[in-house]
């Protein structure tokens, strides 16, 4: 299981000395909206100089029309960062478009599709999706295992059943981790590291319980040590 630590500070310099704090670990980080569209490609560069192993995640969730998303993903791909991410419910056919668009290319970055928000409990999902939860997580799964991408976004409740139900190969991430059962904030299904190695998940989602902390490379070793 790898950790992905969200850079979600509100500064380029905060979340650029976090980086700087954890440069000798063997780690994932994870830029979302508030990071890149204020900091941009340039931030991306800053933080393969301060490690060039540093894995980078590109959390912007993209949902369009398919072509529109297709021509996102070669944009993404050429920021050269690791792996990026698409709804789930814009599509079997966007994410088809998305992954025969990125073919081409001689290397690509890993592609996640999100199946349900780990902020949503099942009452606000089955609102909006019409469906409970984890059935609905799992059918958004089988679209994008079928739609040839890589794995999900998902909560840790949900890994297993997707994997019986794809592959044990299909990549599950899942936010929501409370490594130590630290405080939720607005995420609703929140699980810890001992659930999520259960349920075979490859990638923790780490944020606020690190960048909060007042030792964050001591959170980190300490989550590395128990995954
Ligand atoms: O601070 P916390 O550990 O809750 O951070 C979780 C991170 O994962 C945030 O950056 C959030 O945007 C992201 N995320 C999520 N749920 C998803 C997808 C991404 O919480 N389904």
Not at 53 to 67: A, E, Q, S, V, W
Not at 124 to 145: H, L, R, V
Not at 189 to 202: G, H, P, S, Y
Request: with cysteine; hydrophobic share 40%.
């Amino acid at each position: 299981m790898k950790l992905c630590v969200a850079l979600d500070l509100p500064s380029a310099k905060e979340n650029l000395a976090l980086a700087n704090s954890l440069k000798d670990f063997d780690i994932w980080l994870k830029v979302g909206f508030r990071s890149y569209i204020r900091d941009g490609k340039e931030f991306l560069i800053q933080l393969k100089q301060i490690n060039p192993n540093f894995k980078i995640f590109l959390d912007l969730k993209l949902y369009d029309i398919p072509n529109t998303m297709a021509d996102a993903a070669l944009e993404i791909a050429s920021l050269g960062v690791d792996m990026f991410n698409l709804h789930a419910s814009s599509g079997k056919i966007g994410m088809q478009t998305v992954m025969n668009r990125l073919e081409s290319l001689e290397k690509r970055p890993l592609v996640l599709a999100v199946t349900a928000l780990t902020s949503f409990d099942n009452d606000t999902f089955k609102d909006i999706y019409c469906e409970n939860i984890d059935t609905k997580a799992t059918k958004f799964a089988k679209d994008s295992f079928e739609a040839g991408l890589d794995g999900v976004v998902c909560s840790a409740f949900e890994s297993l059943d997707i994997k019986n139900n794809t592959s044990k190969q299909f990549i599950t991430l899942t936010p929501g981790i409370r490594p130590f059962g630290e405080d939720a904030g607005d995420q609703k299904r929140v699980a810890n590291t001992k659930i999520a190695q259960e349920q075979l998940v490859d990638f923790i989602v780490v944020g606020r319980p690190i960048y909060k902390s007042d030792n964050p490379k001591e959170v980190v070793s300490k989550i590395l040590k128990s995954i």
